[in-house]
């Protein structure tokens, strides 16, 4: 479905990412592993076009995004949700959902507002409420159900788990879960490699914006080495 | 009482058009970030297409249709000025959009004039809506109160639009963070336009509806945008309400001034504005500005560092040229290079401020004029010797500039911009309306230097010793831990403070200081010419010096010195032209598209990118 063929990615002159490439398959649930400045974030914002790659071609669906404007990308069906979450701090509930509404996609699962609240109950009772004067793990729901308003067929993730309570990281895990049940593709970037290995299939570690490791949970386990040298702090 | 109550209706029928133009810039900042200096001009065409669509259509039909028709036009001008102007620069710091939009100011008066005339044109009266009204006895013309009638209309359609559609969802989302409503898959460069070309309807609408009771003249796009700055400032950037409060307070104060307090007509409204900025520094229903909205064009800046041996030498020898130069040239020429070093230091102090210090004042021409003013009324009015006067005139602007900078510093960014810009009309409007001190529009002549100085040559060397010395100094003091300071007050606001770096008390001494400098130009100006009219006061003048500044380069040190040069000679040149506006606002708009580094940025780029080839190679 989505297949990243050696992207090059810059900040400035600073060099993030170096020949990357990966594919993920329909239905997938892959995360990106790797400590704090590999360059997980970028990978996703390189995908979505926010960050431009400088070389290398990013296939979705058989066409290649590498320039597209980001709207163009997230029309042909990519969610991204950001990992500072970004939600409109002065829109409610409903009007930040408004803003992620598209049309509905074949081939994708369709949400209505109203399944969004039975996923996420905390934000029926909120909707009327604006972005601001809601809690870190609320915003963290919103980001995601708002994404979701525009129906993708992949769903980007990025550090889902970063800055919430242990509970609504648990609550969290079974969201994904159930996105996954739904058919959706998705891809996290993620720290947590206990919260890895309960949502995803499968794993790729990246370390100075390298690929070091592409495989499932199992093999990874299997090499507690790689583990040591590029998630252990 | 009942005349008090048509006063205050008048006031009312007036802020219906000043509404229509602020809320037009107040939603164009709200979701583009840019101060659109180019709204007045929309105005003004809404006025000039009006008159003509009036002619052309008859009766009642005719002129509300010629009206509704005018907004759509001007609506679609504005949607071309943003697709062609704007689009490419949205990335860029604020004074590039801001040099855009006056750009386009400088088109459109010459399109104007090419296509309207140089005349003023009475506004054609409404039809069926010609006499007045008795309320309490007093009378009260019809289109005043149709006036009055509709703004609520006016206001509650936007306010509909903006609260309750999906584009006005995702007009308000945009505004908080453009980035992420693309990435949600909202085409928002449409958006974008869209808004822009409200916001040009709006004015285009304010222009067309005040024609029954004033006109359309080709001053029209300077006079308005002061107010509406006002107007946008006291009732908070970005909101319709506060625009609405703050254009009835202000045409309903301005009514009531004409009547009480003739002479001070243009001033009251300014002394408003600085009242409700000491309380409320966004205005009465505006929130606190979040910085950093904008970013860097092109790679990150060298820090700027003083000039090696070369470049020492090679401003000796430019300094022994000037000198030797009266030994060749002839008067005129000896004229035209005073006007060029005294822009120059004008051009620097603001390169000062607006470089080093990254404050982007619009305003700096009051400091200039100031100093220009403060010499020539002493030597008006108490027959002072020149030489106290002349070092009294940068005294004088450095002590104006703390004051302003008191109430200016405080804000950043844009609010400084549009606040800097609302305090020189205050000096200005003093300057044309306070006659008895400043005679007004006749200005104060007879202003000349002592008899030592009366030769051209003797005033030139005069010059050239106080206009250089100055910017040397400037220079000086960039290269000085105060410059590094300021620099870093720039770059790094909380870093600076938490280094122990006031940095607004930094700034405030460095705006003091671009003005005392300002004010030095000024006085030097003063004596040479013999004179001062309000017209050195103007928005015209401070812009000049902003495109000096800009024309040169901001991030280089020389770039005001180089640009005051290039535009001395381009606008005498130009100025033989008849439409020369309209060629230096084209050359402005592709400057800021094509060259965003300006003359000697962009030369030191080209000779970075030479030089750069064999370092590479060394390495």
């Keep these: 479905m989505l297949s990243v063929e050696g992207i090059h990615s810059y ?5 993030i990412l170096n020949d990357l490439s990966f594919r993920i398959g329909r239905g997938e649930v892959v995360a990106l592993l790797g400590r704090n400045g590999a360059g997980k974030s970028t990978t996703l914002k390189s995908v979505m076009q926010l960050v431009r790659p ?112 242990p509970v609504i990281v648990e609550q969290m895990a079974q969201t994904i879960l159930k996105l996954k049940a739904e058919g959706l593709t998705v891809v996290i970037s993620e720290q947590n490699l206990h919260f890895a290995r309960v949502v995803a299939d499968r794993a ?28 252990s702090v | 009482m009942a005349f008090f109550f048509a006063q205050f209706l008048t006031g009312l029928a007036n802020a219906s058009s000043l509404f229509l133009v602020a809320s037009g810039l107040s939603l164009i900042f709200g979701v583009t970030r840019i101060v659109n200096f180019a709204h007045g001009s929309f105005y003004m065409l809404g006025a000039f297409v009006g008159i003509t669509l009036m002619n052309v259509l008859p009766g009642t039909v005719g002129f509300w249709g010629a009206i509704l028709l005018t907004g759509l036009a001007v609506g679609a001008i504005g949607a071309f000025v943003e697709m062609v102007v704007l689009r490419p620069i949205y990335r860029a710091p604020e004074l590039f959009q801001l040099v855009a939009t006056f750009g386009v100011i400088l088109v459109i008066q010459d399109l104007a004039l090419m296509i309207w005339g140089a005349q003023d044109r009475m506004g054609p009266r409404a039809p069926g809506l010609r006499g007045v009204w008795r309320i309490f006895g ?45 990435a949600l898959g909202v085409n928002q460069a449409w958006l974008f336009t869209g808004v822009f070309a409200l916001g040009s309807a709006l004015a285009g609408w304010g222009g067309a509806l005040q024609l029954p009771k004033g006109g359309a003249d080709l001053l029209m796009d300077f006079n308005i945008i002061g107010s509406v700055f006002v107007v946008v400032v006291i009732g908070g950037m970005g909101s319709l309400p506060g ?107 603001l390169h000062f401020i607006l470089g080093t210090g990254g404050l982007v004042s619009f305003g700096h021409a009051a400091f200039f004029g100031g100093g220009a003013y403060a010499a020539a009324l002493l030597v008006y009015h108490l027959n002072t010797p020149m030489e106290i006067a002349f070092l009294f005139a940068p005294f004088a602007a ?79 003091i960039i290269h000085a831990p105060f410059g590094y300071a300021l620099r870093a007050g720039r770059d790094s606001p909380r870093q600076a403070e938490a280094m122990g770096i006031h940095v607004k008390r930094i700034q405030h001494t460095a705006f003091g200081l671009a ?52 535009l001395t000679v381009i606008e005498d040149w130009l100025t033989r032209l008849e439409y020369w506006r309209l060629l230096l606002g084209l050359v402005i708009i592709a400057v800021v598209i094509i060259a965003p580094e300006g003359i000697v940025g962009t030369l030191r780029s080209r000779w970075a990118k030479l030089r750069g080839h064999n370092e590479e190679v060394v390495k």
């Design chain 1, 11 to 15: 900040y400035g002159k600073a060099h």
């Design chain 1, 54 to 165: 400088r070389s290398g071609r990013v296939v979705f669906q058989d066409s290649d995004l590498v320039g597209a404007p980001a709207f163009r990308v997230a029309k042909s069906g990519i969610g991204y949700v950001p990992e500072d979450r970004r939600i409109f701090t002065d829109l409610t509930v409903m009007e930040n959902l408004e803003v992620g509404r598209q049309p509905r996609r074949d081939g994708a699962p369709v949400w209505t507002v109203e399944q969004l609240f039975e996923i996420f109950p905390n934000l029926a009772e909120r909707r009327g409420n604006r972005g601001k004067h809601m809690s870190g793990g609320e915003q963290q729901m919103l980001t995601i159900a708002r994404t979701l308003m525009g129906n993708p067929l992949l769903l980007l993730l990025d550090e889902p788990s970063e800055g919430i309570a």
């Design chain 1, 204 to 231: 790729i570690i990246i370390e100075g914006g390298e690929k070091k490791f592409d495989g499932s949970f199992a093999e990874l386990e299997a090499h507690p080495e790689i583990r040591d040298a590029y998630l």
């Design chain 2, 138 to 182: 007093e009378p009260v013309p019809k289109y005043d109160l149709v006036m009055i009638a509709i703004t609520p209309f006016i206001l509650f359609a936007l306010w509909y639009l903006i609260t309750k559609t999906r584009v006005g969802v995702l007009v308000r989302a945009a505004t908080q963070d453009r980035e992420m409503v693309g």
């Design chain 2, 243 to 349: 625009a609405f409060i703050a254009a009835v307070l202000i045409s309903v104060l301005n009514v009531f001034g004409v009547t009480y307090l003739p002479q001070s007509t243009l001033v009251l409204m300014f002394v408003v504005m600085a009242v409700v900025l000491i309380i409320r520094p966004y205005g009465l229903l505006g929130r606190e500005e979040v910085a950093g909205e904008h970013g860097q064009v092109g790679a990150p800046e060298t820090p700027i560092r003083p000039y090696g041996r070369l470049g020492q030498t090679l401003v000796g020898v430019l300094l022994l040229a000037l000198v030797a130069l009266p030994l060749v040239v002839d008067q005129f020429m000896l004229i035209l290079l005073i006007d060029m070093v005294v822009f120059a230091l004008f051009a620097a102090s």
């Design chain 2, 398 to 476: 450095g002590l104006l500039a703390l004051g302003i900078g008191w109430f200016c510093i405080r804000l950043s960014g844009v609010y400084f911009a549009m606040l800097t810009l609302a305090f020189s009309q205050l000096v200005w409007s003093m300057a044309y309306q306070w006659r008895g001190l400043t005679r007004g529009d006749d200005g104060l002549v007879n202003i000349w230097p002592s008899s030592w100085l009366s030769d051209t040559i003797p005033f030139y060397y005069f010059t050239l010793a106080f206009g250089i010395g100055g910017i040397l100094v400037l220079r000086h």
């Design chain 2, 515 to 566: 003005g005392l400098m300002a004010g030095l130009a000024g006085g030097i100006f003063v004596f040479s010419k013999g004179s001062v009219f309000p017209t050195e006061l103007e928005i015209g003048a401070s812009f000049d010096a902003l495109i000096v500044v800009f024309l040169g380069g901001v991030k280089t040190l020389a770039g005001g010195v180089v640009g005051a040069g290039f």
